[in-house]
């Protein structure tokens, strides 16, 4: 606990990226109208949930009106209560939404993470970004021992968790499963707005990720 208490305080104090830092504190600071009377927390983001977990979610980072204002991944926005929603209905969660950081949601036998901790403008990191950020990934591998299957939440995500385990990137696509020697990663589109509102990724094509995960981290 120890480890990624220390690596969670690294994290929230990283500055590698100017164009980022800039960028989440300025939202913080011009506010959307619905949250003008919320206090964003404006700083970049750690991963969360169950260190002994044999599931880690990857997504791409965090939105600027979501995890970027509520201080945790996938809180606070629709992709947030996609995700929340069917971890819960698999046993994943505690909880079937994920609004605050304090509303009592616990992972279980799950850890979620990023690509990239800082929000990006228009949800589009740079290539240099990402690579700032990998660094945090791989100390998260080292500590979360147990990891057997990786949920890569689109293809930056796929990307990322296939130089994290060394394996070769292969054709990116909704509910892939591709078996590596040491870890099973499986695809997904991501539960953006820009994916669900146009049919491109359904409830009923979301929900048999998270049975496959189910089954694979048993």
Same mark, same amino acid.
Not at 124 to 148: D, G, H, M, V
Not at 159 to 170: F, G, H, P, W
């Given at each position: ?10 994290? #929230? =104090? ?40 044999? *599931? ?6 965090? +939105?600027?009106? %979501? %995890?970027?204002?509520? @201080? ?5 926005? =629709?992709?947030?209560?996609?995700? +929340?929603? &069917? ?5 994943? +969660?505690?909880? /079937?939404? !994920?609004?605050?950081?304090?509303? %009592? ?8 993470? +990023? &690509?990239?901790?800082?929000? /990006? ?10 690579? !700032? ?43 892939? *499963? ?12 991501? /539960? ?5 509102? #146009? @049919?491109?990724? #359904?409830? =009923? ?7 496959? &995960? ?5």
């Amino acid at each position: 606990m120890k480890q990624i208490e220390l690596l969670n305080k690294k994290i #929230t =104090s990283c500055k590698k990226c100017p164009r980022l830092s800039v960028y989440i504190k300025d939202v913080a600071k011009n506010k959307v109208r619905r949250f003008k009377e919320e206090k964003y927390y404006g700083k970049p983001l750690s991963g969360f949930g169950d260190i002994n977990a044999k *599931l880690l979610i990857i997504g791409l980072a965090p +939105a600027a009106h %979501g %995890g970027n204002r509520t @201080g945790r991944m996938f809180t606070g926005d =629709s992709s947030g209560d996609w995700l +929340a929603k &069917a971890m819960y209905k698999h046993g994943f +969660a505690s909880i /079937p939404t !994920s609004q605050s950081i304090d509303d %009592g949601l616990v992972l279980k036998n799950a850890y979620i993470t +990023a &690509a990239v901790r800082c929000a /990006p403008p228009h949800n589009k990191p740079l290539k240099e970004e990402i690579q !700032s950020c990998f660094e945090y990934l791989e100390t998260e591998k080292e500590i979360l021992k147990n990891i057997t299957t990786v949920l890569c939440l689109g293809k930056i995500a796929y990307d990322v968790a296939c130089k994290l385990y060394q394996t070769r990137s292969e054709n990116f696509g909704h509910n892939k *499963l591709f078996q590596y020697d040491k870890i099973k990663i499986l695809t997904s589109y991501h /539960p953006s707005k820009q994916n669900t509102q #146009t @049919g491109r990724l #359904t409830w =009923s094509q979301w929900i048999t990720v998270f049975q496959r &995960a189910k089954m694979l981290t048993c």
